[in-house]
């Protein structure tokens, strides 16, 4: 079964929270889409495209068939990289904010491929913040790919330092606080993992009680709340 739709029944109401700003602004992302990779892709990344767009065009109840079909090609992916690429534009900017779940789900299976492209993205997001002060809707479109990128890389096989370090950097540095809320939520998704990851995390979000960030501040205490209970 797909996890996303599992986690709908089950994850708190300071996650919905979030997911409803998402939504409110996802309903017009497709206006703002992110650098188009549909030019000249080659045959794989087409082929890529199309089996996301059917994931997301799917309803609920048929979703585990074309689910499987985009992680095995994801998996089978000469360039995945570009593969998440394709699957972050399509969810941030196509399918409104069930398929920003969807995107967490499919990019958890990603490994060090969605590590990779969050590193990449945080220098390209910069400068993108920095040109487009007033472009409201690209930058929201950029909220939600941070979105996505940090609660799937708390959850993909990467090293956990390397998540803690990323996590990090995004909830201390970067000014959106979308994605510095994310940054909290992926916390609580590591937390979900081993007993030492665990323990490192909640002492992490014991000390972001404290933090002089409110957005930080706010849903750290919540997050903590849902795993002490």
Known sequence: MLRALKRRETRSTASRGVRGSLATRARGASSAKLPSTTRGEPSEAVVFRRLVRGLIEARTANRQKPFELVIDRLREAKEPSHCVNILLEECATNSGTDGLELGIDVLSHAGMAVFVTAERFLASDARTRERHLNNNMRLNVHDDVWYMLLRAVA???????????LIGRCINY?????????????LGDLAEGTDPERFVVLAILKALLRSPNATVKEVAAKVFSDLEG
């Open 174 to 186: 970067h000014p959106s606080p979308i994605v510095k809320a994310a940054g909290v939520y992926a």
């Open 155 to 165: 959850r993909a096989k990467v090293p956990p330092l390397a998540k803690l370090h």
